[in-house]
């Protein structure tokens, strides 16, 4: 059996096929990494931006998407509220959490909302932490 050279060096046994340009390379032409030889790793074509090899996974277009349909839905409202005057209650509650709940509204029946938003947090934080404790 003929013991094949590095393409690149043309010292030593070649071991690997480059990915890129299907040279086959010795272990010190190698970028085991990228499983590419030197030559493609170091040629100006192969270098790329952060942002242009960066992925966006279905999970985060979800949320992405979840979260900008909210704050759409949310934008309407507000807009119909002004545009036709109706009167209505609001209230919302900011909880970072390590700091207290910032909570505020509007109209009679605020107060109870921002009780129901402080409620529904508190009730969430203890299904997040049992339900972790669980997956463990």
Not at 23 to 36: G, H, K, L
Not at 37 to 53: Q, V
Not at 72 to 95: E, N, P, Q, R, T
């Amino acid at each position: 059996m003929q013991v094949k050279t590095c393409e690149v060096c043309g010292k030593r046994a070649a071991r690997y096929i480059c990915q890129e340009c299907s040279r086959e390379v010795c272990q010190f032409c190698f970028e085991p990494a990228t499983w590419i030889c030197l030559n493609c790793y170091n040629s100006p074509k192969r270098e790329t931006s952060a942002l242009e090899s960066f992925q966006w996974s279905t999970p985060f277009k979800l949320f992405l998407l979840g979260f900008v349909l909210m704050f759409v839905g949310i934008i309407v409202i507000m807009v119909a509220a002004v545009l036709f005057g109706a009167s209505m209650d609001a209230g919302a509650v900011i909880w970072i959490f390590p700091l207290p709940p910032i909570g505020f509204g509007t109209g009679p029946y605020a107060l109870w909302v921002i009780l129901l938003g402080v409620a529904l947090t508190v009730l969430g934080l203890i299904l997040f932490i049992m339900l972790r404790k669980r997956a463990r």
